[in-house]
């Protein structure tokens, strides 16, 4: 109800508005008649020899007539268009309106009166010119009538004084025929004025039929336009990301669409240190932060360069470098160096951006996004600020990681996946104190393919577990081959990746099969990488738990990663494994044998063993051996191999030392 008590008057000031507007154009109109019949009369009564009296009276009509003309011709506030009138200009416009009819028809009052002095010129009705002039009278209301439709009250009052000075002269002159033509004039008044009322109530009626159409319309159009905003504010957000206004992957595969053939480059952009950021100072300024990379890079690409942003901290740009005359690694160190400014609130340096390029022909997207990915991979392998254009040898690396993904579960199926052995040896080398296992794939294509490959494409095949399982059913079946000879105290170490420690129950899994076959558990040892110890609180658990078991466990690689007194107390490791980049050409260099040192007397001190591997030359054992390292892994000790090669070595070892 209150909606409508606004819109009710707002529909009859527009009513109004219509009628006052048809009132202009039908006055404007009728006025040359009105003067014609006016001067026609006045001069009937000049040839009457009432020529002054004539004069006169046509002065005063056109005064009156002068007087309308001005009246509709004025500016009126209420007829000036506007689109969007606030309520007090409304309001004033309909106050304006409504003067404005009013003095109408009171002009138009006016008119009539002067037309009630008409008989002044006939002796009241009763001359030879009567007919003339009750003629002109009847014609002048009835096409006041007509042209006055809009609004009643103005051709009312224009024909009731001519018509009633009229009547009243012919009731005056007295007789019959008078008398009869005065009540026929009174009764022709009446019949104008119920005229005029109809025509009103109609014009009034046509006005508000339009006026509600029109309003319906416009109610449709903003409904319409309503819908469209919406529309276009949700494809908005489904294209867009909301947090720096960019292109998403989904509105990014969009624009990618038909631009892919040609000179079409793609360039993936990851951040470094980002992760930092949000751990040190939240996300709130995370979010802020990635809003600033992306202002950056919107201002630093060129045009017609489609910029989105993947998730997280991954952007991606598709141009076609050709049209945009720039180099894809000229953008990219534009870009790198736009990301490395300073940020308000950070370290200078804390942020910095790696950028895989790839601009080989690709059949969709979602190869281009591939291969720009390996470009990014391998840019980060490098360090921080690089960029990497996706060449023919990154190709053959993603054909061949496709390759193993897709043949890594017929492999396994078929069991054409091995597990070596590698000796670590004891003794300064001279006896065989372990044995660690290798997993080898010789694929049919690729030849053979690298561990870290292999355990890659497992974790993307969704085969980690399974790979797991198959390398501790060889191991196992090592042990139980060792014990069966007699060589219980030989462990058999196993590398546990950090994907594998984390993504399944790798000590349910190991302690189970263990205690199935009725294996010692001390004989086999875990072998983790820094990376693992790195994420102590997703492993630690399960560490501990292999450890309480009795299963050794080793840190490998130690030395050039992230290594830390509190990761080896954490893990508690029975064993470190130098890193074979501090142990390869020992002899030659100074640094790495005060290196070495060090590590050695860390285990010392800790009750760890401490395994060199990398020994490639005699040169390096007898260095270790001088530094007082009693475990040595590498080529010119022991190659890995075969089980059955492994257990052939070992026995002609002992064949040796009898």
Known sequence: MRVLGRVEPQRDWLIRRDQLDAVRRSVLRAIPVNALLGLAGALVAAHAGEALAGLIWFAASTAANLLRVGLCRAPCLGLVPTPAMPPERAAAAARSIDRRLRLCWLAALLSGTVWAFLPLLCAGYTSDQTLFYLTVTCGITAGAVTHGTAFARIPVCFITPPLLSAAGCLAYAGGFDRTCLAATVVLYLLALARSCAASEAGFRDTSRLKHEATALAAAHEAAHASARALAEEMRLRA??????????????????????????????????????????????????????????????????????????????????????????????????????????????????????????????????????????????????????????????????????????????AEGTLAVWFQPIFGQAGREVAGLEALVRWHHPVHGWIPPGDLIAAASAAGLTESLLRFILEQVCTMMLTLRARGLGDVRVAMNVSPREMAQIAVDEIVLGRLRALGLPLPMLEIEITEETALDIEATQGKIAALSQAGIRLALDDFGVGYSALASLRALRADRIKIDRSLVTGLTAVDDKRGLVQAVLGLGRALGLDVVAEGVETAEDRATLEAMGCRFMQGYHLGRPAPAEATLRMMADLQASAA
Do not use: W
């Open 239 to 412: 294209t867009h990301d909301a947090l720096t206004g960019l292109l998403n992957r989904a509105g990014f595969a969009q624009a990618a669409h038909g631009r892919l053939a040609g000179q079409t480059c793609l360039m993936l952009l990851d951040l470094d240190g980002f992760k930092s950021v949000n751990d040190i100072y939240g996300h709130t300024v995370g979010d802020r932060l990635l809003t600033e990379v992306a202002r950056r890079l919107a201002e630093s690409i060129p045009p017609g360069c489609r910029a989105a942003r993947l998730g997280g901290d991954e952007f991606a740009l598709l141009y076609d470098p050709a049209a945009a005359d720039c180099p894809p690694e000229r953008l990219a160190e534009r870009l790198i160096g736009r990301v490395a400014e300073p940020f308000d609130g950070f370290d200078a340096g804390r942020l910095g951006m790696s950028v895989g390029i790839c601009r080989l022909p690709a059949d969709s997207l979602t190869d281009l996004l591939t291969r720009a990915d390996q470009a990014l991979y391998a840019a980060k392998a490098v360090g921080r600020n690089r960029f990497r254009v996706f060449d023919e040898g990154l190709l053959r690396s993603l054909e061949m990681r496709r390759d193993c993904e897709r043949d890594l579960s017929r492999a396994l």
